[in-house]
């Protein structure tokens, strides 16, 4: 055994990862419907193995994985928090600070009666409103303090503790309140409400695109017999483009004058239900498989575009599709503005000239642009320095929080010129998950060793402060938001849960609100999500200067 805990110190790597496997592996075993999570998991399983030696901590790399982390929330959440805002105004906003304003006196006011020290106090914060991001900010704040080293060593381990023993309830009774508990209070049923509130608003997610692309084979008895591509185009109708044509061999169809027979194929372009109307009563027939060299593409207006150039398009014989990608709502020509997408099929090889005045390609959204998530983490280190002395003691914005707001704003500027590349959701979310457990990680394994004397040094009385810091702030804010706020009661239960910056919360309640009202409950989580992953992050600091 000593052998193991000597290689195992001197392999942080492996260490590292080995407690990553079996942390993510423990985060998925549920206990009836609720699971631990990823973090807790990786904190967990650090805290047990951390027992075997004394692991060191790389300060640089742990704050590389938590901007990481940071950056790719904001950079997530940025698009739906606009359009969210847009959508539902600033109740959530008032809602939400309601929330953290009681989160503070609620913990504050705890602290006091209980007696709470600085890395105590942090660690609650971040467990009982389960925001593992306190920990980074925190262990930041930490080491500025005007504190003995040993002061600081204690500290440090009492956060990550702290946060695993209040975690749980956190996470477990402040999703029952949320799910079970408040609609009640608030007398409804979560489906039937967000299911006739999402109805009546007309909300919904962004539709597929209604382009279609289909091949046909001309049968015997077709009137198509005998026609050239230009008459066919000029003919076929209901909007739809023909866009090529094959031989019975599948070769393609350049010749103008060729004059179609039984056994060619034709490429449409068009609605769908155009499509069908179209080609209805022809004697047709699908070609399933059929592989064209056209495929739609999403094209940005400029402040060049002219409506009239739509025309030049379509006798160029490019499909243009006027379906918002966003919103799945059909666009009119006279509405169209700098920044609108249009969807355009066929070859646009001579309309090059055109479409340069008109605007430019819409990016590839699989694309990582790798470069503006570089210069994105390298301008948040500049402004994280940013800050204030409270006492003499620095309380600065901190990489982290800073990093949020970067991946804030450049995804709202991204989502708004969206000819630039972007950072796609699944790059994000692994961003996301894997920068903070590596940071959790080195956080447990350098605590571990202290675990056992400040757990039993903690008593019971740090569960009954996590119950409180959890519960009593969303009781105040529900109440207030009902009775004098007078929100809409799912929006109420959203601007909560974002607040609280509560995933489990999310998950849960969106899959009860059914197909219909889920996407119209997760629109009401994000504003509130971005203000409370900001607030809470800073709220750990805070306590800490205001306590030490």
């Not at 006011?109 to 890395?119: D, N, W």
């Not at 306190?134 to 956060?159: C, D, F, N």
């Amino acid at each position: 055994m000593g052998a193991i805990a000597s290689f195992m110190v001197a392999t942080p790597v492996f260490s590292i990862f080995i407690c990553l496997a079996l942390g993510y592996l423990l985060g998925k075993v549920k206990i009836g419907s609720f699971n631990l999570g990823a973090t807790v998991g990786v904190l967990i399983v650090s805290l047990i193995i951390g027992q075997i030696g004394a692991f060191t901590r790389d300060k640089v790399l742990g704050a590389i994985f938590f901007d990481f982390f940071m950056f790719a929330v904001g950079y997530r959440v940025g698009p739906s928090f606009i359009s969210s805002m847009k959508k539902f105004g600033t109740k959530i906003l008032i809602s939400s600070c309601v929330f953290l304003i009681s989160a503070f006196l609620v913990a504050w006011a705890c602290f006091t009666v209980f007696h709470v020290g600085p890395g105590i106090a942090a660690g609650a914060i971040a467990g009982s409103l389960t925001q593992s991001a306190v920990i980074g900010s925190s262990l930041e704040t930490i080491s500025k303090l005007p504190v003995s080293a040993a002061v600081r060593a204690t500290y440090s381990a009492q956060v990550p503790i702290v946060y695993a023993l209040t975690y749980v309830f956190g996470t477990i009774g402040v999703l029952i309140f949320l799910r079970d508990i408040a609609p009640k209070l608030l007398h409804i049923d979560i489906k039937k409400q967000s299911t006739d509130v999402a109805l009546k608003m007309n909300f919904h997610t962004a539709a597929p695109s209604p382009t279609r692309v289909r091949t046909f084979a001309i049968q015997s008895e077709s009137r198509f017999i005998g026609w050239t591509m230009p008459m066919l185009r000029k003919s076929i109708g209901f909007g739809v483009n023909a866009l090529e044509a094959f031989d019975s061999k599948g070769n393609s169809i350049a010749d103008q004058d060729y004059l179609l027979q039984a056994g060619d194929r034709i490429t449409l372009a068009g609605y769908a239900d155009n499509v069908s109307q179209a080609i209805n009563g022809e004697d047709v027939a699908e070609v399933l498989g059929q592989k064209t060299r056209f495929k739609e593409k999403m094209f940005v207006l400029a402040k060049n575009f002219n409506k009239s150039q739509l025309a030049e398009l379509k006798a160029d014989n490019v499909f243009i599709n006027m379906f918002d990608p966003k919103d799945g709502q059909k666009q009119k020509a006279d509405e169209l503005k700098p920044g609108s997408i249009i969807g355009l099929t066929g070859d646009t090889s001579n309309s090059g000239k055109l479409l340069h005045t008109m605007g430019l390609w819409r990016s590839d959204r699989d694309a990582i642009n790798f470069a503006l998530f570089c210069f994105g983490i390298a301008i948040s280190a500049l402004l994280g320095i940013a800050g204030f002395k409270v006492n003499g003691i620095p309380l600065q914005l901190g990489d982290g929080t800073a990093s949020l707001l970067m991946g804030l704003a450049l995804s709202i500027w991204v989502n708004r010129y969206q000819y630039l590349e972007s950072i796609p959701d699944s790059v994000s979310g692994f961003f996301q998950s894997l920068g903070l457990n590596l940071f959790i990680v080195t956080v447990g394994l350098n605590a571990a060793r202290t675990f056992t004397s400040a757990f039993q040094s903690l008593g019971i009385s740090i569960f009954l402060i996590g119950a409180l810091i959890s519960i009593v702030p969303h009781i105040i804010a529900l109440y207030f938001g009902k009775y004098v706020l007078h929100m809409e009661p799912i929006a109420l239960i959203g601007s909560l849960t974002g607040a609280d910056t509560l995933s489990a919360g999310l998950n849960a309640i969106s899959e009860r609100a059914g197909d219909i009202g889920g996407p119209y409950y997760a629109a009401t989580v994000a504003p509130a999500y971005v203000i409370g992953n900001i607030v809470l992050t800073l709220l750990g600091p805070i306590f800490l200067v205001l306590l030490s």
